[in-house]
């Protein structure tokens, strides 16, 4: 693993979700840092990034409505959605 090279391990202080739908998207590394090869995924990537850099400051505090891929992507979570049930179950 990277961390285990001694290498810095990417994304490692993204809140799970959303760096869940960063790593689906396929980040490429290089010097500059990570990009994304499509222009829209790149920018809503780097505002998520924004996002997490405010929350480590303090100056963003997620909620579960606004979270920091809400936030991000800048869709509002869907009021009254379960999260992390499967639908076949009432």
Same mark, same amino acid.
Request: negative net charge.
């Given at each position: 693993?990277?961390?285990? &090279? *001694? /290498?810095?391990?990417?994304?490692?202080?993204?809140? @799970?979700? %959303?760096?869940?739908?960063?790593?689906?998207?396929?980040?490429?590394?290089?010097? &500059? *840092? /990570?990009?994304?090869?499509?222009?829209?995924?790149? @920018?809503? %990537?780097?505002?998520?990034l924004a996002v997490v850099a405010k929350q480590k400051e303090?100056?963003?505090?997620?909620?579960?409505?606004?979270?920091t891929l809400s936030v991000g992507l800048g869709n509002p979570?869907?009021?009254?959605?379960?999260?992390?049930?499967?639908?076949?179950?009432?």
């Open positions: 693993t990277r961390k285990a &090279a *001694g /290498l810095p391990v990417l994304l490692e202080d993204v809140p @799970e979700r %959303a760096g869940d739908w960063l790593r689906v998207w396929k980040p490429q590394e290089s010097e &500059a *840092g /990570l990009s994304w090869p499509d222009p829209m995924t790149d @920018e809503a %990537a780097k505002n998520i303090g100056s963003f505090k997620p909620s579960r409505e606004r979270d979570e869907h009021p009254g959605r379960v999260r992390g049930v499967l639908s076949h179950l009432g």
